[in-house]
């Protein structure tokens, strides 16, 4: 085919399917315009994950009658006028492509008023053109309703997720622009019924408190740093809180929230040697920078920006986080020494029997020789001899790998072993873990768990799977909704699951085993399967046989 320029119907249809990926993106650039306009209350309302209705509506400056058409053009923006504006931005939009991407791929209403004494204006759109405009009253501010999300394109339309999927990331996405603005009364309202709801007066850890809980919030540790031109606020949380997953570390630049691994680092790094592997803590932060100091104009939906001065930001945010946890940089030294000395014994690579990156469905089925347990190192791991050298076997990984096949097994037989609280457990969910948790009921009902809703996103928890008897039953909960929500797994759910209340039910590195212990840990440990390997396919046991010993101390060459 010969080069030709694209036509204009098609170029509109690439750009909007770049601005609008899925129901949140309508959400996200609508409470970006309300934000703009400087709404004190925003309401949120979506049904069916978005695709039926996503409506948003705030109390703003509004949109003048005048300029109601000229809002749904392409490049049509009130908030940047010039190529130099473009280097000091300072809304959270700036392109002028929402709303003429969202009315391309759905069909929207927008009704808005800028001032009590004018009259407002209502104005109907379908495939991105003007069906009907009128005068009709309302109070000052704008509520747009889009609806029939991706009707003419039925391959994104077949691409989302259930509704309820849709539904946890608009959750999410509304949770934290609550987070960014606490001063802002924000209202969500998913399927009818009310999933978060903040004051506005102005509290971050209130806001918390409505997110994640409030006994979570209350124990949160407060933020505070100033660097040049960087300034950190916010909220961090001590080290015996955690979660094992990056989805409640939340930053925001200049109040835009963005998805930076450099902020994430720097916060994390903070931590070095206070959390063990695998956990993360629970963060909200604002970077606080002068708008030439960011390029904001690099990423289609804006979640992503660019430092001028990275190394600057990095370590505002390391010292604020670390001076939140009591740490100055001369003490976290010490603890990182500390965590190497007490936690993980590196081996030379060259005397190791098996290679680390092994995968588990490659192993063969090894079962395990008649060990002696000699004792446990650095409360972490057991050594232990064979009739073939010195077995090092990670405690952690080892039970791990134990109740991993046990909860399949029972799950699988449809067998079980319930155990009932005599207390039932409290647990406040975050939006987004109810709308999880609403999708997997029944499968948390078939490993054991009984969870009855006790108003206003609290539940009781009033059975657990027997084997979890020991383990902390908030901290399995939450981390297997945040396993059954991740998108990154293919496995099978069943086996996430199993994976996930294995690696939170499974014995801790650091904690002192008595030799009664040790010994039923092997035990079990031989009749699994595949006792070489955790769940996850890391190693649970480094073998050195006589003979590596032998030439390690050139015995032979
Ligand atoms: P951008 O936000 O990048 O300017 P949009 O397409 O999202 O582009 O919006 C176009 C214009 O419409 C904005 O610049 C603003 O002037 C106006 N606008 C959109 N939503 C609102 C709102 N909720 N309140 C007031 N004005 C709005
Ligand atoms: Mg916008």
Not at 305 to 320: G, P
Not at 353 to 371: G, I, K, R, V, Y
Not at 526 to 542: D, L, N, S
Request: with cysteine; proline share 5%.
């Amino acid at each position: 085919m010969p080069i030709k320029v694209l036509q204009s119907d098609v170029v509109s249809k690439i750009a909007a399917g770049e601005v609008v990926e899925r129901p949140v993106s309508v959400v996200k650039e609508l409470v970006e315009n309300s934000l703009d306009a400087g709404a004190t209350e925003i309401a949120v309302e979506a049904q069916g994950g978005g695709v039926e209705l996503i409506k948003v509506s705030d109390n703003g400056a509004g949109i003048p009658s005048s300029e109601l058409e000229l809002a749904f053009h392409r490049y049509a923006t009130s908030k940047i006028a010039n190529l130099d504006d473009l280097d000091k931005i300072s809304s959270l939009g700036f392109r002028g492509e929402a709303l003429p991407s969202i009315a391309t791929v759905a069909e929207v209403e927008i009704f808005t008023q800028t001032s009590s004494r004018t009259v407002g204006s209502y104005m109907y759109l379908r495939k991105g053109e003007v069906i009907r405009k009128e005068s009709r009253a309302r109070a000052p501010g704008t509520t747009v309703s889009v609806r029939r999300l991706f009707r003419y394109f039925p391959a994104r339309l077949k691409f989302l997720k259930s509704a309820n999927t849709e539904n946890s990331h608009i959750a999410h996405l509304v949770s934290q622009y609550a987070l960014a603005f606490p001063e802002v009364k924000f209202n969500l309202v998913l399927d009818k019924r009310l999933s978060l709801q903040t004051t506005g007066h102005g509290d971050l850890c209130e806001v918390v408190g409505k997110i994640y809980g409030s006994e979570l919030a209350q124990r949160m540790l407060k933020v505070e740093q100033r660097d040049g031109p960087a300034k950190v606020s916010g909220l961090t949380s001590p080290p015996s809180l955690t979660r094992s997953n990056r989805n409640y570390l939340s930053f925001f630049v200049n109040r835009r929230w963005v998805h930076s691994p450099l902020l994430t680092r720097a916060a994390e790094e903070a931590y070095h040697g206070l959390l063990m592997d695998g956990q993360h803590p629970i963060v909200v932060i604002n970077v606080s920078l002068p708008p030439q100091e960011l390029d904001v104009n690099i990423h289609p939906a804006k979640a992503q920006i660019k430092f001028c001065q990275e190394q600057v930001v990095f370590s505002c945010v390391r010292k604020a986080v670390e001076e939140a946890l009591g740490r100055t940089p001369i003490a976290s030294q010490k603890a990182v020494s500390f965590s190497a000395n007490s936690g993980h014994w590196q081996s030379p690579r060259m005397i190791m029997d098996n290679e680390p990156a092994f995968l588990a469905s490659q192993l063969p089925t090894l079962e395990l020789p008649l060990l002696r347990v000699l004792g446990q190192l650095g409360n972490t791991y057991i050594i232990a001899e064979g009739p073939d050298g010195l077995y090092l076997i990670d405690q952690h990984s080892a039970h791990e790998r134990i109740l991993y096949d046990r909860i399949l097994a029972q799950w699988s037989q449809q067998a079980v072993e319930v155990q009932g609280l005599l207390q039932p457990v409290t647990i406040e969910f975050s939006p987004r873990e109810e709308e999880t948790l609403k999708t997997s009921k029944e499968l948390l009902a078939g490993f054991g768990f009984t969870i009855e809703p006790f108003g206003n996103r609290s539940y009781l928890i009033r059975t657990i799977p027997a084997l979890m008897a020991r383990a902390n039953i908030i901290e399995i909960i939450t981390a297997l909704l945040d396993s059954l929500a991740s998108k990154e797994s293919l496995n099978p759910w069943e086996e996430r699951a199993a994976q996930s209340l294995a690696c939170h039910g499974a014995i801790r590195a650091g904690q002192q085993l008595s030799n009664e212990e040790i010994r039923e840990l092997i035990k079990q440990l031989e009749q699994t399967k595949q006792p070489r390997a955790c769940p996850h396919g890391r190693p649970t046991m480094i073998h050195l046989s006589a003979h590596q010993l032998e030439k390690e101390f050139g015995r032979i060459s």
